[in-house]
């Protein structure tokens, strides 16, 4: 009655961040290239109750789950991807990144034979990060 579907199977590719950024990347991630998304720099963390949350104004410390010095997280749509230090340029604040995280689902692929990291290091540093905007 219906047709049967032929289905190909998905072939996973890898490449180097510097392909991945070039202009001679994949043409089927060209499309992609302009889609917006949501970067965020998140510093620490901290629970509070609402009378707490309530009860700050001016001069209020909040203390966070982070040590001073210590990695900031970098987000794209609330997914952690890097990992970095804050650093002022121009009296503006920006994110020179130190760490690239790896997915879960590469390191769940990776063979079992090979050690995985949660933490892989930049290929490259950075020469000028980008300013945040605020």
């Known amino acids: 009655m219906s047709d ?3 289905y190909v199977p ?3 590719t890898v490449s180097s961040p510097a ?3 070039g202009a001679d990347g994949p043409p089927e991630l060209e499309r992609l290239y302009d889609v917006p998304v949501e970067l965020a720099v998140e510093i620490g963390r901290t629970h509070m109750t609402i009378r707490e949350t ?3 104004g001016p001069g209020s410390i909040v203390t966070l789950n982070r ?3 210590e990695p900031v ?8 991807i890097a990992r970095g230090e804050v650093v002022v340029i121009d009296e503006e604040f920006g994110l020179r990144v130190t760490e690239v995280v790896a997915s879960e689902a590469a390191v769940e692929a990776a063979p079992a034979e090979a050690p995985s990291a ?5 290929a490259a540093p950075v020469p000028a ?3 945040i905007a605020p």
Not at 73 to 80: E, H, Y
Not at 118 to 122: G, I, L, Q, S
Request: overall charge negative.
């Open 4 to 6: 049967p579907v032929d």
């Open 10 to 12: 998905f072939e996973t």
């Open 19 to 21: 392909e991945a950024g």
């Open 54 to 56: 309530l009860a700050l």
């Open 67 to 69: 040590l001073a010095g």
């Open 73 to 80: 997280d970098l987000l794209v749509n609330g997914k952690p």
């Open 118 to 122: 949660d933490v892989v290091p930049a």
């Open 129 to 131: 990060p980008a300013p």
